[in-house]
């Protein structure tokens, strides 16, 4: 694995490297708290899981959070699943979300793009200004800590005053994107119980209106523990009946006032994919994001009042969460709300240059998209102040490295990062002093113990295991909704190693300390013993360019076989001919082993997703199995719902 890539793709210089808030944070931790002064991004990372306690009472430090009351001590609990948390401490998420504004009120803390118009502007006093009268109005409405509050909202100005005067009351804040349909959407919500929803009539998407009022409508009525909905007019409409007016809510002049709740207390719930289920409602504390999001952001990220953050992405998937956490750094906000390909598949790149963001964070599937589409950043859009490409969702072949290396600029740190929506957080990628090597994440973050392990718990170097966290992170979920006894949670990530978090997904962490992701566990191709991720197979298949997209899954037959089949998405005017056929094997054979060379090859439609655009390979598999398509996959959590029938089809054509 580490003589596979033996010279960096990047290699940040030296003034880089002083420059980096990281290296601020280490000196400043050697001299206050023992961290090593010596030996760089490894020896504090070693120090930081080591010295776990010491490492986040020194991050509380540097980022000066407020606790309103002291903690007792750091960690009060250290067993997983269960970890308490600086126990005895109160504090306010968004508080220091506004702190921006006590120093910078007219610099942005938003800019706002979507497909008809440039960047639009919120100060920091604006956005403090319509926290504090909406929050005020939440409390009028009767809304008490612990109330849920929901959003069926796009990427837009309005859905970060929500979460945040939401936060300020102590409310539970939980999110949609309008795009999920009113299925999806009640199988996350109603779940929760929400007291307040705020929603919109419609969005705008791919040069087009796209009108949810009648969505909306069905919400309200499926929902019985309203309160109040809260309309948002982003297509223009009158509000419906009964419906508050959002320019009611955040027209006064208040200054926001924020309860002060325990550490752990509820901030937000976030949902698991669903897509052999009802989706997991994942709930995680104030304090626990705060911190973690200000680590994550401020050292990893290197953000600060001097940049602008940009992720595509949309309510409802976890990287928005992320996203809006940029204000705890003083980071103006970048968001877009649109489709990430329209007018042209350069639409992200636009937006990074007419924001000047200098964190551009996308999806690992759009970086491969304009490899394909040959744009050509670099030339074509003025991306000088973008410092750092961030990608997630999947990972990031080689390819997508050297094509970011060599299309949008030479001296470009690229940060491809993996996590999860279970902790909201990376729990390997971007380092700012460290080189990146092709196809490798930099390395694992500070304060989490990452490691690869065998089926029997032995820890692995350059070879692929299970990855796991054998410390408690504090962004981990302290609790599951409805789930009193705490089984789910358990079972979901404590139940193959007791103690210690299991993630699914495959790793090899090599000798050089950085990080490579396999695909998931749970999908994993296993060939006469020896294991692959799909994502490697993806990597190789989706480089010719006659293949739009692949799904491979292997599927245990009950004579003891197993069938391995690639199933191939084809670009526009391609034909699956022998030809083709025997060029995707010989890929595969040539580049990975003999081994992974699939049994069959099936052209299909399309490839399904989530409703956050991950392949769905699980239900797939389960349908092949003999599944019933209703047992196999909750229809609410995928994107088109028709692609599955081809996979039904097949499944009943081969029993």
Not at 225 to 251: D, K, M, N, Q, Y
Not at 464 to 484: A, K
């Amino acid at each position: 694995m580490t003589s596979a890539n033996p010279s960096p793709l990047w290699q940040p210089d030296a003034e880089r490297i002083a420059r980096a808030q990281i290296s601020a944070f280490q000196s400043w931790a050697a001299e206050h708290h023992g961290a090593p002064a010596e030996g760089g991004y490894p020896a504090l990372h070693r120090w930081s899981v080591d010295e776990l306690e010491t490492f986040w009472k020194a991050v509380t430090e540097w980022f000066d959070v407020r606790f309103s009351t002291p903690y007792a001590r750091v960690l009060g609990d250290r067993a997983m699943p269960g970890a308490a948390w600086f126990p005895g401490a109160t504090l306010n998420y968004a508080e220091h979300a506004l702190r921006a504004a006590d120093t910078r009120a007219d610099e942005p803390a938003l800019l706002h793009v979507d497909e008809t118009h440039g960047p639009r502007p919120v100060t920091w006093a604006e956005l403090r200004r319509q926290v504090g009268s909406l929050a005020a109005e939440l409390r009028a409405l009767g809304v008490r800590p612990g109330d849920r509050v929901s959003g069926y909202l796009p990427n837009i100005p309005q859905a970060v005053v929500a979460l945040l005067a939401t936060a300020a009351v102590g409310g539970v804040w939980t999110s949609c994107a309008p795009d999920f349909g009113a299925r999806s959407v009640l199988d996350r919500f109603q779940q929760v119980e929400p007291v307040v929803l705020f929603t919109v009539d419609g969005y705008r998407y791919g040069g087009k209106e796209h009108d949810r009022r009648d969505t909306v409508a069905e919400l309200r009525r499926e929902l019985p523990t309203l309160r109040a909905v809260v309309h948002i007019p982003v297509l223009g409409t009158a509000a419906p009946e009964g419906a508050l007016e959002w320019a009611a809510l955040t027209s006064a002049d208040v200054a926001p006032t924020f309860d002060q709740v325990p550490f752990d207390h509820p901030l937000w719930v976030l949902y698991s994919s669903g897509t052999t289920g009802l989706p997991k409602a994942l709930v995680q504390s104030q304090g626990g994001i705060l911190v973690e999001h200000l680590k994550q952001l401020g050292l990893h990220c290197d953000l600060g009042p001097e940049d602008r953050f940009f992720w595509y992405t949309s309510t409802g998937w976890m990287m928005w969460n992320f996203l809006v956490s940029g204000l705890l750094t003083g980071t103006t906000v970048v968001l877009y709300d649109g489709s990430p390909g329209y007018p042209d598949t350069g639409a992200q790149w636009s937006v990074a240059e007419r924001t000047g963001a200098t964190l551009f964070g996308t999806s690992a599937a759009y970086v491969m998209a304009c490899r394909k589409a040959d744009v050509h950043p670099g030339r074509d859009y003025d991306l000088s102040r973008v410092q750092c490409v961030g990608t997630t969702g999947s990972p990031l072949p080689p390819d997508g490295f050297r094509w970011l290396h060599d299309e949008v600029r030479e001296d470009l740190w690229i940060a491809s990062v993996s996590g999860g929506t279970d902790v909201c957080s990376c729990f390997a990628g971007a380092v700012p002093t460290l080189p990146v090597h092709i196809g490798e994440l930099q390395a694992p973050g500070l304060g989490t113990d990452l490691q690869s392990w065998d089926p029997s718990g032995t820890p692995l170097v350059d070879e692929v295991g299970e990855l796991v966290v054998t410390n408690p992170m504090p962004s981990m979920p302290i609790h599951f909704w409805n789930d009193p006894d705490g089984t789910r949670y358990h079972d979901s990530y404590f139940d193959t190693y007791p103690g210690v978090w299991r993630h699914g997904d495959w790793i090899t962490l090599t000798s050089r300390g950085s990080v490579v992701i396999h695909g998931r566990s749970d999908s994993t191709l296993n060939r006469q013993g020896v294991r692959m991720g799909s994502a490697d197979i993806y990597e190789a298949v989706e480089r010719l360019p006659e293949i739009k997209e692949s799904l491979v899954v292997g599927i245990e037959e009950p004579d003891g076989g197993y069938w391995m089949p690639l199933f191939v998405q084809l670009a526009p005017g391609a034909t699956l001919d022998e030809a083709l056929l025997a060029r995707i094997k010989r890929t595969i054979r040539e580049q990975l082993s003999p081994r992974h060379v699939p049994d069959e090859v099936i052209e299909v439609p399309g490839v399904p997703h989530t409703l956050t655009g991950k392949r769905i390979e699980v239900p797939v598999k389960r349908l092949l199995q003999g599944t019933p398509l209703e047992k196999a996959v909750n229809p609410g959590s995928i994107d088109n719902l028709d692609l599955l029938r081809f996979y039904e089809d097949l499944a009943r054509e081969r029993l």
